[in-house]
């Protein structure tokens, strides 16, 4: 079977079938760098590294982008009208008492930092807004020269109007639009739907990352970034894109249509869109205390690969909810596969298993249905096969799951163990309990651990 995805413009599934059957282009919303991403953010990015390793999986060579948003998103995007408020990362400066640019490096460092720890690979570049500014002034240029803009007090605007396909892929109407907004709508807007594309810097205070522009002092709307980078970076038609849900309904149908307004070409011809992680079954928020971080994970004992399982758990066009509970049912699952691959030995004569790897693919190409996928790797370790080929086969299987399986197959306990081991063993034999422990706590400190059982021991590669 081939590859087969759920497309949000057309609402349905359909066969992929890319530009270029040599080399597929996706490009994914990354972060706006002003803090740290939460497991929300993590479930959209991990998303985006499974769809971009399942393509490959299926041979197709890649040209991966996500972008880093440095400048120009407001807070008024949580209101229901992106175009005011003031710039995170000139909100953060002022929090830190940081530059706007030091802030961006700061939290840019300790997405790629915990991109790593989750096993997420990094796409073939990242496009930081600010080093785009000319390609956005030239696009917006561009929508002038055609008629699609106009000027208010506040900056210049995309008149949504002249886009007769406004609203496919979000299927919001002006009315929807003003019943969603929490705030005043900007009077001197033709259409609730119009959106910035550039803004105009305030008079009454200094920013600190501002540009000069045709039309004066300021900086680039949100939704413009993306576009300019995209297609500076990918082309004017690009095969997939991907992003939160949260982003169709406004962000991403901006893009669509200032970019297929300049170019009169479709932007994009696959929308992914990831599903909401809820929190004890309510919705996520700093406001809540529940936006847990990567950091927040780890201060209680979790592995990130446990969160990247848990992610997995469920299709990702379905909501997901987090419970530390169900982060610690997944966390012994992931220990339990460890234990039974550490107890397999490879041999070099072994093959890939062909019915579980076909198994496995037609998971994934099932619009990505890792579920399914997981479900097929736990059917193969119950399989009556051998040890060798299951080992080869779940090394086939870890190049999209990406759950470190080579760190815990067979290895060698070193001498130095082994005679730890028999050293506590005695002691408990005779009773010596307070030495048994501080050897116990020395193997531990090698890497190791001992699981006392009812016919003697097992030690394991500690995890």
Known sequence: MGLKLY??????????????????????????????????????????????????????????????????????????????????????????????RDIANYYIDDFLKNGEKLNIQKPAKFTRATDYIQDQIDLIKELEKKGYTYRTTDG??????????????????????????????????????DFALWKFSPTDKIR????????????????IECSAMSMKE????????????????????????????????????????????????????????????LQDIESKNFDPISLRYFYMTAHYRTPLNFTWEALQNVQNSLKKLYDIVGGYKESKEAEVDERYLEKFLDALNDDINMPK????????????????????????????????????VGFEIPQKVLDLVKVRQEYRKVGIW???????REISQLGYVVDDTGNGYKVKRKI
Not at 16 to 45: E, Q
Not at 214 to 223: A, E, L
Not at 259 to 274: D, K, L, P
Not at 434 to 440: F, M, V, W
Request: with cysteine; charged share 25%.
């Open 7 to 100: 497309n949000s413009l057309s609402k349905k599934v359909e066969d992929f079938k890319p530009l270029n059957p040599s080399v597929v282009t996706m490009y994914t919303c990354g972060p706006t760098v002003y803090d740290y991403a939460h497991i929300g953010n993590w479930r959209t990015y991990t998303l985006a590294d499974v769809m971009h390793k399942a393509l490959k999986f299926n041979d197709y060579k890649v040209k991966y982008i996500m972008n880093l948003t440095d400048v120009g998103h407001l807070t008024g995007d949580n209101l229901g009208d992106a175009d005011i408020g003031e710039d995170r990362l000139e909100i953060a400066a002022e929090r830190e008492g940081r530059s706007a």
């Open 156 to 193: 210049i605007y995309f008149d949504t109007n002249k886009f007769k396909k406004y609203g496919a892929l979000s299927g919001m109407t002006e009315e929807s639009i003003k019943e969603g907004a929490r705030v005043e709508p900007n009077p001197e807007k033709k259409h609730p739907a």
């Open 208 to 223: 600190w990352q501002e540009w000069d522009s045709p039309w004066g002092v300021g900086f680039p709307g949100w939704h």
């Open 234 to 293: 990918l082309g004017d038609t690009i095969d997939l894109h991907l992003g939160a849900e949260d982003l169709r309904m406004i962000h991403h149908q901006n893009e669509i249509a200032q970019s297929e307004a300049a170019t009169g070409r479709q932007f994009v011809n696959y929308w992914i869109h990831g599903a909401f992680l809820l929190v004890d079954g309510g919705r996520m928020g700093k406001s809540l205390g529940n936006a847990y971080t």
């Open 373 to 408: 996928a997981i479900a097929v790797l736990w059917e193969m370790l119950k399989a009556d096969m051998d040890e060798s080929e299951k080992i080869k086969t779940l090394f086939k299987f870890d190049e999209v799951l990406g759950l470190n399986i080579e760190n815990y």
């Open 434 to 440: 307070d030495k048994a422990d501080l050897i116990r």
